[in-house]
């Protein structure tokens, strides 16, 4: 079974860049069935998908982030990675990395618990 | 963007009460639905996928529909460990959405 666990800064300023890095255990991310993906949650609220990745490098991810979304692979060290620039408090939220199972109808099968990002001066 | 209207956003029940709870979509979206569970302070929990399809492991009392573009999640006879938020998800076309979610409560 697949586990995933997110680490990384949980404050970051204004205008800065969000680094996370999602550890991938169970399982290769060289899996031909999933991507992987991040999604968010800001607290209180609901859930935002951020993007997927496959092994092969093709990408997908939410417009209404503006292209400030980069998602990386590390096969030498079966981790994959979230990058989101020039962050604002509106990027506040607990960041979720997840397995994107790519069937014929795609579904989120596995998440990390997830790590709480605050973005504040 | 496809937008997900769940209702109720709320509803109190009682354990053993047969639940109901409904995910309308903004357009035609086929089968492409997935329910989820999150409890507070823990990762969302997929449930059911394909609008009907549960997840291997997931007890039975939980089922999906699909009528056009309203999906309904059916809990029969819900237990205490059923009380959680529960979300509607699309995977038909970018982005990914999810509906608002809806809490269930103990009555």
């Known amino acids: 079974q697949l586990q995933l666990q997110e680490s990384g800064p949980g404050l970051v300023k204004p205008s800065e860049t969000l680094s996370l890095t999602c550890s991938v255990s169970?399982?290769?991310?060289?899996?031909?069935?999933?991507?992987w993906g991040w999604i968010r949650q800001p607290p209180g609220k609901g859930l935002e998908w951020i993007g997927s990745?496959?092994?092969?490098?093709?990408?997908y991810d939410n417009p209404s982030l503006k292209s400030r979304v980069t998602i990386s692979l590390d096969t030498s060290k079966n981790q994959f990675s979230l990058r989101l620039s020039s962050v604002t408090a509106a990027d506040t939220a607990v960041y979720h990395c997840?397995?994107?199972?790519?069937?014929?109808?795609?579904?989120?099968?596995?998440w990390g618990q997830g790590i709480l990002v605050t973005v504040s001066s | 963007d496809i937008q997900l209207t769940q209702s109720p956003s709320s509803l109190s029940a009682s354990v053993g009460d047969r639940v109901s709870i409904t995910c309308r979509a903004s357009?035609?979206?086929?089968?492409?639905l997935s329910w989820y569970q999150q409890k507070p302070g823990k990762a969302p929990n997929l449930l059911i996928y394909?609008?009907?399809s549960l997840r291997s492991g997931v007890p039975s009392r939980f089922s999906g529909d699909r009528s056009g573009t309203d999906f309904t999640l059916t809990i029969s006879g819900l237990q205490p460990e059923d009380f959680a938020t529960y979300y509607c998800?699309?995977?038909?076309?970018?982005?990914?959405?999810f509906g608002q979610g809806t809490k269930v409560e103990i009555k």
């Open positions: 394909g609008a009907s």
């Open positions: 169970g399982g290769s991310i060289t899996s031909r069935s999933h991507y």
């Open positions: 990745m496959y092994y092969s490098g093709s990408t």
């Open positions: 997840v397995t994107d199972f790519w069937s014929g109808n795609p579904y989120f099968d596995y």
């Open positions: 357009q035609y979206i086929s089968t492409y």
């Open positions: 998800q699309q995977s038909f076309a970018n982005p990914r959405t």
